[in-house]
């Protein structure tokens, strides 16, 4: 029965056709979400310039040092922008946009190689010349189709330009992942223990809960690879990711003087019962429920080089209920497993037209599942791509704009408090105190943000976020700066200028009347 799919001129044509569209896709995704920038990519920057000046990680130069982010890897590497004087931004989003292309290729090779083992099967019970076609025709599909899935999504192409450590992590994660499978597979190289270990590592110094993902994907491997094979890789694990990972806890916990990084502190001060959970449902409804068509078949028996992944998937799911999703535009924390069910797309359309039994009704689900896939993030893409390009161009002129500005009135012994406290400080370059907490540990610990002793930092400016121009008007995420405006107004600052980040987001800039601030600066 397996003949009935003989690789005809059509059929071999048919992924290259997927494949080529999926490519334009992301392409065109990439230059219409390019205006998008992060105001925390920001905050790394401001890291990363510190290092390069020889001042160290830490966000100011004056005061206790502070762990504001938690992208070690991704800090490091933007070091060499600011020493090479190369813009920086630009350097964070081309090298974002790097790796998603090698996820893009990484994926499609780890899908045609999970469909090697079906196709194989199919040719060993079949026994022929054409069968031998089908398979290659089947591997192809699989490719194709966990590369259309993957660059359809309108996350990839925002987060592979927002120049956060996203989708350098998504390409870490999904190397573990291939290189796990290579190993269960038999199959040495890059799959071996090495490239196991180098990929945890490498994903533990990006992300936190890379190490999480590491130690699943490890425990995982080493019940389904023989004992000399598990021997081999629990000895480099433990020589090159857990003495490494436990250097660096020490030396982070030594100079920063914290257990966790402050973003953890904030984080876990969110009031309510597992605050992840409306973020995990709204991701699990996203590619997860898009592709279920597609899904059911490579989960009902999946190949055992894919459990390490699976597993992995299913832990890294479940703990992301735990923490808020602070900062968690497009699913940024759930989104490195978008490769992952990508691939098992692939695998379940694969092993759809590979079916013997009702071969035709087979693919025409397989068919309607991939379009409508394809069709409903097609569809998703450009509303969700254009927001975050408003959002970009809103950024631009709003707080990197104030930022400028505020560099431009060459006093660098000013102060600052705000709470979007990324592309202004860096701008600014100015001593800042973050109001969310990322760069003070009183703040992110104690939650407190008395007025009076956020004053008595003595700022030159304060910054506050208001939805309207006319009345100081807070949201939900900001409710500790209704009182510090009334306490800024009783010790004689006044709004000196208003920066429009979006109609219902205004900055309002405040400082003392015959301040350099309040002469400089214009008003809109």
Not at 121 to 144: L, Q
Not at 285 to 303: Q, Y
Not at 483 to 507: H, K, N, Q, S
Request: with cysteine.
């Amino acid at each position: 029965m397996i003949e009935r799919w003989l690789p005809t001129r059509a059929g071999r044509a048919g992924p290259g056709a997927l494949a080529a569209i999926a490519a334009a896709f992301l392409a065109v995704g990439l230059v219409e979400a390019w205006p998008f920038t992060v105001d925390d990519t920001f905050i790394t920057l401001r890291y990363s310039r510190n290092v390069a000046e020889g001042l160290g990680p830490t966000f100011n130069a004056l005061g206790p040092r502070a762990e504001g982010y938690t992208t070690f890897l991704w800090m490091l590497l933007l070091v060499a922008p600011h020493r090479l004087g190369l813009d920086a931004p630009t350097f964070a989003k081309g090298l974002g946009t790097a790796a998603t292309l090698a996820t893009f290729a990484l994926l499609a090779r780890w899908a045609w190689v999970e469909a090697e083992s079906a196709g194989s099967a199919a040719v060993a019970s079949a026994g022929s010349p054409a069968a031998h076609g089908t398979s290659s025709n089947a591997r192809a599909w699989a490719a194709a189709t966990a590369a259309a899935c993957f660059a359809s999504l309108p996350a990839t192409a925002v987060h592979a330009v927002s120049g956060m450590e996203t989708a350098l992590f998504t390409t870490l994660l999904t190397a573990l992942f291939v290189a796990s499978a290579e190993h269960v597979r038999g199959r040495r190289g890059w799959g071996g223990p090495n490239g196991i270990v180098v990929c945890a590592l490498l994903a533990g110094l990006t992300r936190p809960e890379g190490n999480l993902a590491a130690l699943v994907v490890l425990a995982m491997t080493a019940t389904l690879v023989t004992r000399a094979d598990r021997r081999a890789l629990v000895a480099r694990a433990l020589l090159g990711w857990v003495a490494p990972m436990v250097i660096y806890e020490l030396w982070r916990r030594r100079y920063y003087g914290l257990t966790f990084p402050l973003p953890f502190y904030v984080k876990l001060a969110t009031p309510g019962l597992l605050p992840g959970w409306p973020d995990v449902v709204e991701w699990l409804g996203g590619p997860a429920l898009r592709f279920a068509v597609l899904l059911g078949p490579a989960l009902a028996r999946p190949p055992r080089s894919l459990r390490p992944a699976l597993a992995a998937l299913m832990v890294l799911t479940g703990f992301f209920v735990l923490p808020q999703h602070q900062m968690g535009y497009d699913h940024r924390y759930l989104a490195p497993l978008d490769p992952t069910l990508a691939v098992l797309a692939g695998l379940g359309f694969s092993r759809l037209m590979m079916r013997a039994t009702h071969p035709g009704a087979a693919r025409a689900i397989a068919a309607a599942g991939l379009a409508v896939a394809l069709g409903v993030n097609a569809a998703g893409a450009r509303r969700t791509i254009s927001g975050e390009a408003d959002y970009g161009r809103g950024l631009a002129a709003a707080h990197e704009r104030l930022g400028r500005e505020l560099f431009a009135l060459g006093l660098p012994e000013s102060r600052l408090v705000i709470s979007d406290a990324g592309a202004a400080p860096y701008f600014s370059r100015w001593w800042t105190l973050d109001l969310v907490g990322l760069n003070d540990a009183h703040i992110a610990t104690t939650g407190r943000r008395a007025p009076a002793w956020v004053l008595a930092q003595d700022p030159d400016v304060v910054v506050l976020a208001s939805a309207s121009t006319d009345r100081f008007e807070t949201w939900d995420w900001n409710p500790w700066e209704s009182t510090l405006f009334e306490a800024c107004t009783a010790a004689g600052f006044a709004r000196i200028a208003v920066r429009r980040f979006a109609p219902d987001y205004w900055l309002w800039v405040l400082a003392r009347p015959g301040s350099p601030a309040a002469r400089a600066l214009p008003e809109f």
